[in-house]
């Protein structure tokens, strides 16, 4: 196991198995040094997890979407190490962009990337401080309340 996966561990989560693309596309491709993920959305064994997977995001559950933010962002590491061999090759997470379905009036979308943000600073340490967009649409797949995009450089490929 990893060093990135054992941080991963303390924290009270586990890096799921990649998930299965549903159309056509790759989960992560390799550009150069740099990997970039399909959008992930806040799954567990296929399906939406509840609380704050699901629906539109307001300032009721923002919490629980920034909780589930965590969960897309672990299925995006798990993407990313498809490609990489070892999270542990990760140089640095270059960009995380947040899409969330969000009810109208509601902008606290940075709110909600808060919690894959500090999730990720917490595994990589300075490595884990990016750039970052978060963005309110008006539906994504699956009723999905937010889609999480990452982009990372890494060291070495398997």
Known sequence: MSIIEEKIIRT????????????????????????FTSGQLPLVDGKLIEPGGKGKVNEINQEHAAWASRIALLNALAAIKTVCGSLDNIEQVVKMTLFVASE???????????????????????????????????????????????IVRCAHFS
């Open 12 to 35: 009270g989560f586990q890096l799921p198995q990649p998930a299965t693309p549903a159309g056509l596309y790759v989960p992560a491709i390799r550009c150069g040094d740099l990997v």
């Open 104 to 150: 109208m009036f509601f902008s606290h979308q940075h709110i909600v990337a808060n919690g894959a943000s500090s999730l990720l600073k917490e595994i990589f340490g300075e490595k884990g401080i990016h750039t970052r967009s978060a963005v309110g649409v008006a539906e994504l797949p699956l009723d999905s309340s937010l889609e999480i995009e990452l």
